[in-house]
């Protein structure tokens, strides 16, 4: 069985955030977008528009880079959900983050992101890699 199409615009997703295509989430985020990020760090909060959303990872590249291991994605016409690991490497200190966590995007029916959750597995270690920094 093929996978939703709401999959390949999930797993593209994690690939234009690192290759910083810009023209790319600005055709698939919708523009009234509201990007949670969860925890209690200087990116935590709720983003609401594509431009605070595309300003948010901005924030983020500026202190690191993220790889992500995408390990399944599963959707319908509403959701994608992704499992994933990332790893990041802080720019300042070189110190790494290793963590596992879940993602959830609700879509509009042309395919655009229209809210994201991000649920990570061990929040309290990612908020405090993330101390001192923003």
């Given at each position: 069985?093929?996978?939703?199409?709401?999959?390949?615009?999930?797993?593209?997703?994690?690939?234009?955030?690192?290759?910083?295509?810009?023209?790319?989430?600005?055709e698939h985020l919708h523009?009234?977008?509201?990007?949670?990020?969860?925890?209690?760090?200087?990116?935590s909060g709720d983003y609401?528009?594509?431009?605070?959303?595309?300003?948010?990872?901005?924030?983020?590249?500026?202190?690191?880079?993220?790889?992500?291991?995408?390990?399944?994605?599963?959707?319908?016409?509403?959701?994608?959900?992704?499992?994933?690991?990332?790893?990041?490497?802080?720019?300042?200190?070189?110190?790494?983050?290793?963590?596992?966590?879940?993602?959830?995007?609700?879509?509009d029916a042309n395919e655009?992101?229209?809210?994201?959750?991000?649920?990570?597995?061990?929040?309290?270690?990612?908020?405090?890699?993330?101390?001192?920094?923003?």
């Amino acid at each position: 069985m093929a996978d939703h199409p709401n999959v390949a615009i999930a797993r593209k997703g994690y690939e234009a955030f690192v290759a910083g295509d810009i023209e790319w989430m600005n055709e698939h985020l919708h523009e009234n977008i509201v990007w949670h990020e969860p925890g209690k760090n200087f990116l935590s909060g709720d983003y609401r528009g594509r431009e605070a959303v595309l300003a948010h990872f901005a924030k983020q590249v500026q202190y690191f880079v993220p790889e992500f291991d995408v390990h399944d994605a599963l959707a319908n016409d509403d959701h994608a959900i992704v499992m994933a690991t990332v790893r990041i490497k802080r720019h300042d200190t070189q110190n790494t983050y290793d963590g596992r966590y879940v993602h959830i995007f609700h879509f509009d029916a042309n395919e655009k992101a229209l809210e994201s959750w991000v649920f990570s597995e061990d929040q309290d270690a990612f908020d405090q890699f993330l101390q001192g920094l923003g």
